[in-house]
T-cell receptor, first 115, second 115 residues
Framework: NAGVTQTPKFQVLKTGQSMTLQCAQD?????MYWYRQDPGMGLRLIYY???????DKGEVPNGYNVSRLNKREFSLRLESAAPSQTSVYFC?????FGGGVNEQFFGPGTRLTVL | AQTVTQSQPEMSVQEAETVTLSCTYD???????LFWYKQPPSRQMILVIR??????QNATENRFSVNFQKAAKSFSLKISDSQLGDTAMYFC????????????FGAGTILRVKS
């Protein structure tokens, strides 16, 4: 199993350009998440999808859109990139386990620089 | 809203010694989960240990153990017999049992293990 995969691993954009970050998981998880990681601030939730067909805003959703394409895939789109969106982006997935909550499994991250 | 505070931005420890990383959190929930994630220079997020709030017994995983004080809302991580490979950023995280099972992260503690 590959777990959670993300593409691309690195990206440089100019202000105003758009792009989509791709995420896929092969663990049959229902829930998927997008985080951004900035120095001194830990990881902050951008959007999440609790189950296929649903998406909800997290702590820092402004400037982003998401699509839960199917159970496996959850993409993050920047319509008009801004320098403030320079960050490392992580996708994660999780599911219920034995009546309780399972850990979230993370992808390798995408380092995005907006010039 | 839940918050997670890691008051030690950086720590260092000699190889083979013991170190404790601090974490406090704020929540009005009674049921929740707590996690410690490790992020080495590779950037990959790796689960170190988890604790269910309803369990009084502190979780242990080999050289890693926690001191969970529910009333004090404290969740510290103890690393025994520190190894060079333990050098990493460590994040404390709170998982709500509400819809979406979202994670809230602390700002992280950089741990350096010295030989």
């Amino acid at each position: 199993n590959a777990g959670v995969t993300q593409t691309p691993k690195f990206q440089v954009l100019k202000t105003g350009q758009s792009m989509t970050l791709q995420c896929a998981q092969d663990m049959n998880h229902n829930s998927m998440y997008w985080y951004r990681q900035d120095p001194g601030m830990g990881l902050r939730l951008i959007y999440y999808s609790a189950s296929e067909g649903t998406t909800d805003k997290g702590e820092v959703p402004n400037g982003y859109n998401v699509s839960r394409l199917n159970k496996r895939e959850f993409s993050l789109r920047l319509e008009s990139a801004a320098p403030s969106q320079t960050s490392v982006y992580f996708c994660a997935s999780s599911d219920f386990f034995g009546g309780g909550v399972n850990e979230q499994f993370f992808g390798p991250g995408t380092r995005l620089t907006v010039l | 809203a839940q918050t997670v505070t890691q008051s030690q931005p950086e720590m260092s420890v000699q190889e083979a010694e013991t170190v404790t990383l601090s974490c406090t959190y704020d929540t009005s929930e009674n049921n929740y989960y707590l996690f410690w994630y490790k992020q080495p220079p590779s950037r990959q997020m790796i689960l170190v240990i988890r604790q269910e709030a309803y369990k009084q017994q502190n979780a242990t995983e080999n050289r890693f153990s926690v001191n969970f004080q529910k009333a004090a809302k404290s969740f510290s991580l103890k690393i025994s017999d520190s190894q060079l490979g333990d050098t990493a950023m460590y994040f404390c995280a709170f998982m709500t049992m509400e819809y979406g099972n979202k994670l809230v992260f602390g700002a992280g503690t950089i741990l350096r293990v010295k030989s």
